[in-house]
């Protein structure tokens, strides 16, 4: 089988990834063929303090041959990095990922962690978000996915008191819609899915109730199309353990709703998937980590769960 190549955005310059890439590559055999887009410089200055002795291949990105590529050096596409402006090698970065994309070389992108507030401007909330107006994609979800439960908010990086106001119908069935097309494809099963409720106990003092007025209606409907689907439960009991073990998937109404329990519960057993996009892209479930650059002390977890969901697309 031939499998395309894995690019790899390294993204942040003083973050943490160079050292789970490392311990990754270590513990494991790939595939797919790893393509790093990032600066060659940090790449030999990173694999210096890790003591890494392992061949480096520079590669054009407009020259990639498939046929000769294997994991036996270090792939790179050497981007290049100046002092004070981080925000402009990532963005290089990813120009040359989506280029590559775009010449149907590879389906498969890994963006390493990246301080959003020194990357984006406030048109985006996110990476999802900076990625998918990319590519023109309107319709994505955020599934943080691990084997056992998965969850996915129907907001992502919004500041809460614009949440309630982002609550649509349209916006639920996008997003379940996404998460159930990706289970069949990918994991040959709908999933089922538990919806949280966005107030306390679902319940409101206002006379209008988001939870009885929106997102009831909204999972009836959903019901009645085909999807193994439930709700609105109240957010403090459906992570308990005989509540959760019910369901594949939990969608939340907004960010910390689910991303809490889910970190607290997996930690880096967990891996973020953009649904929607006509590529895979995969990033580890946490950021930066910039007061554990060079400790040696990371865990890698997260980012071999990329690697290995991808390795096998």
Same mark, same amino acid.
Do not use: W
């Given at each position: 089988?031939?499998?395309?190549?894995?690019?790899?955005?390294?993204?942040?310059? !003083?973050?943490?990834?160079?050292?789970?890439?490392?311990?990754?590559?270590?513990?494991?055999?790939?595939?797919?063929?790893?393509?790093?887009?990032?600066?060659?410089?940090?790449?030999?200055?990173?694999?210096?303090?890790?003591?890494?002795?392992?061949?480096?291949?520079?590669?054009?990105?407009?020259?990639? +041959?498939?046929?000769?590529?294997?994991?036996?050096?270090? !792939?790179?596409?050497?981007? !290049?990095?100046?002092?004070?402006?981080?925000?402009?090698?990532?963005?290089?970065?990813?120009?040359?990922?989506?280029?590559?994309?775009?010449? !149907?070389?590879?389906?498969? &992108?890994?963006?390493?962690?990246?301080?959003?507030?020194?990357?984006? +401007?406030?048109?985006?909330?996110?990476?999802?978000?900076?990625?998918?107006?990319?590519?023109?994609?309107?319709?994505?979800?955020?599934?943080?996915?691990?084997?056992?439960?998965?969850?996915?908010?129907?907001?992502?990086? &919004?500041?809460?008191?614009?949440?309630?106001?982002?609550?649509?119908?349209?916006?639920?069935?996008?997003?379940?819609?996404?998460?159930?097309?990706?289970?069949?494809?990918?994991?040959?099963?709908?999933?089922?899915?538990?919806?949280?409720?966005?107030?306390?106990?679902?319940?409101?003092?206002?006379?209008?109730?988001?939870?009885?007025?929106?997102?009831?209606?909204?999972?009836?409907?959903?019901?009645?199309?085909?999807?193994?689907?439930?709700?609105?439960?109240?957010?403090?009991?459906?992570?308990?353990?005989?509540?959760?073990?019910?369901?594949?998937?939990?969608?939340?109404?907004?960010?910390?709703?689910?991303?809490?329990?889910?970190?607290?519960?997996?930690?880096?057993?967990?891996?973020?998937?953009?649904?929607?996009?006509?590529?895979?892209?995969?990033?580890?479930?946490?950021?930066?980590?910039?007061?554990?650059?060079?400790?040696?002390?990371?865990?890698?977890?997260?980012?071999?769960?990329?690697?290995?969901?991808?390795?096998?697309?």
């Amino acid at each position: 089988m031939n499998h395309k190549p894995i690019i790899i955005v390294a993204g942040q310059p !003083n973050s943490i990834f160079f050292e789970i890439f490392f311990k990754s590559i270590k513990f494991k055999k790939f595939k797919s063929p790893l393509i790093l887009v990032a600066s060659i410089k940090l790449l030999k200055s990173q694999m210096y303090k890790f003591k890494v002795k392992k061949k480096i291949k520079l590669i054009e990105f407009d020259k990639i +041959d498939k046929s000769k590529l294997n994991n036996n050096s270090i !792939n790179i596409i050497n981007v !290049n990095l100046k002092k004070k402006e981080s925000h402009k090698y990532i963005k290089n970065c990813f120009d040359i990922a989506f280029k590559i994309l775009n010449s !149907n070389v590879s389906n498969k &992108l890994i963006n390493g962690p990246i301080n959003k507030s020194k990357f984006l +401007d406030k048109k985006f909330l996110g990476i999802t978000e900076y990625i998918s107006e990319k590519f023109k994609i309107k319709e994505v979800a955020m599934l943080i996915y691990n084997k056992e439960l998965s969850v996915c908010p129907v907001t992502t990086h &919004l500041p809460l008191k614009l949440v309630t106001k982002s609550i649509t119908p349209k916006i639920i069935k996008e997003k379940a819609t996404l998460i159930n097309d990706f289970f069949k494809k990918n994991l040959g099963f709908k999933p089922k899915i538990a919806v949280t409720g966005l107030n306390p106990h679902c319940e409101s003092i206002n006379k209008f109730n988001e939870d009885s007025k929106i997102i009831t209606p909204t999972i009836k409907n959903l019901k009645q199309v085909g999807l193994k689907i439930d709700g609105p439960f109240p957010a403090d009991t459906i992570f308990l353990k005989q509540n959760r073990k019910k369901y594949n998937v939990i969608l939340g109404m907004y960010h910390d709703q689910v991303l809490t329990p889910i970190k607290t519960l997996k930690e880096y057993d967990a891996i973020n998937i953009t649904l929607g996009l006509p590529f895979y892209r995969v990033s580890p479930d946490h950021g930066p980590n910039e007061t554990m650059v060079n400790k040696n002390l990371s865990s890698p977890i997260s980012m071999m769960k990329a690697l290995n969901f991808l390795d096998n697309k």
